[in-house]
Every structure is written in C-alpha cells, then in structure tokens.
T-cell receptor, first 115, second 109 residues
Framework: KAGVTQTPRYLIKTRGQQVTLSCSPI?????VSWYQQTPGQGLQFLFE???????NKGNFPGRFSGRQFSNSRSEMNVSTLELGDSALYLC??????????????FGSGTQLSVL | DQQVKQNSPSLSVQEGRISILNCDYT??????FLWYKKYPAEGPTFLIS?????DKNEDGRFTVFLNKSAKHLSLHIVPSQPGDSAVYFC????????FGTGTSLTVIP
C-alpha cells in the first residue's frame, strides 16, 4: 500500500506570494490533517478534513486554508506569505471507523522557505 | 495553549543504557496517548500507544507508562541503540491530535 505522498518536497517563495501544497493520503483513508513544524514549536495542528468537510481547525490565521477533494486528496494554501511561515508542513492521513486505535500516517512533508 | 508538553528538548544516552523520555499533559479527557519517532527529512512514524484505561504498554524494547493522576507519560527504550537517535514526539487524542514539542534523542555508540 502506498504511503502518504506530499508534493513538492521543497519550495522557496518570497514574502507576499502565495503557495499551494498537495497531499495524497493512503488509499482508503478519508481523514487528512495538516501540521506545521518549526524548531522549538513541535507539530502545530492546522486543520483536518474528512469527506471533503473541514472538521477541525487549529489556531492559525485565515491566510492558511485548505480543501479536500472527493478522492480524499487535499491541498493547503497559504496566501500573503510571511517570513515566519517558513516551516516543514506535514500532511497525515488516518482511517476511521476501524477497530484499531486511530493512528496518523505522515508524509515526508514540504519544506517551505520564505525569503 | 500547549496541552501536551515535552520539557526536555534533548537527551543523550550511551548505547545499551535506558532512555527515558517524558511528556506531561493538561487535559484529563484525552483518550489515547501515542509516541511518534521522526528522522530528519522524513515524516513522523508511529511507535507505540496506550489507552487511558491502561497504565503500561510494551512492544519489544519500547514501553510506555501512563500516570493519569500526575497527567504524565513516559517512554522507556531498553536497551538504547544508535538507530534510536531521532526526535520523539508524544501525542494525545481528543477531538484532534495534540503533539508535544519533541525530544531529540542521541544514542552514543
């Protein structure tokens, strides 16, 4: 079974630009969540999508948005980039409704650098 | 508001010895607790979990202990190996996953 795929792996943007990151979850997983990782801040939850609906949202400004398509693939968009947005953005998928404890399966992330 | 905290950013241990990573949380309603391991340039991978109704779970060299009254969990790695060098995140589940800030473990050969 293929894992979670994130594209692109690396991205360099300048302040004020916008960026779109893509995530393909594990086949059959309907939940996709996004996290921002910065040094010293750990993994900060951005939002979670389930069956094309945003189910939870973290404490990030409205410049951060996302969506999920009918095939469970998800995109995350950041508008008007700021230097502080430089981070590793991780996507994770999970299966729901199974007998197993719900676990997150992460992609390798997109490293975004804002100059 | 950090609901899951890892107060030690780094830990160094000799190969063969025990590594103990600690995690504290504030919300008594969390159902499950998990540990993830992360190597550079890779996403975190699930390591071990424990339900809030248990106080210990073991998987090979890895054991997680949960002390609900203290709102504290710990991960024990025995014996530690150089390949265990990574960043370890603890996490708790409520309506979402809450992650700690991570502890960077270095196992010295």
């Amino acid at each position: 079974k293929a894992g979670v795929t994130q594209t692109p792996r690396y991205l360099i943007k300048t302040r004020g630009q916008q960026v779109t990151l893509s995530c393909s979850p594990i086949s059959g997983h309907r939940s996709v969540s996004w996290y921002q990782q910065t040094p010293g801040q750990g993994l900060q939850f951005l939002f979670e999508y389930f069956s094309e609906t945003q189910r939870n949202k973290g404490n990030f400004p409205g410049r951060f948005s996302g969506r999920q398509f009918s095939n469970s693939r998800s995109e995350m968009n950041v508008s008007t980039l700021e230097l502080g947005d430089s981070a590793l953005y991780l996507c994770a998928s999970s299966s729901e409704g199974t007998a197993e404890i719900e676990k997150l399966f992460f992609g390798s992330g997109t490293q975004l650098s804002v100059l | 508001d950090q609901q899951v905290k890892q107060n030690s950013p780094s830990l160094s241990v000799q190969e063969g010895r025990i590594s103990i990573l600690n995690c504290d949380y504030t919300n008594s309603m969390f159902d499950y607790f998990l540990w993830y391991k992360k190597y550079p340039a890779e996403g975190p991978t699930f390591l071990i979990s424990i339900s809030s109704i248990k106080d210990k779970n073991e998987d090979g060299r890895f054991t997680v202990f949960l002390n609900k009254s203290a709102k504290h969990l710990s991960l024990h790695i025995v014996p530690s190996q150089p390949g265990d060098s990574a960043v370890y995140f603890c996490a708790a589940t409520g309506n979402q996953f809450y992650f700690g800030t991570g502890t960077s473990l270095t196992v010295i050969p």
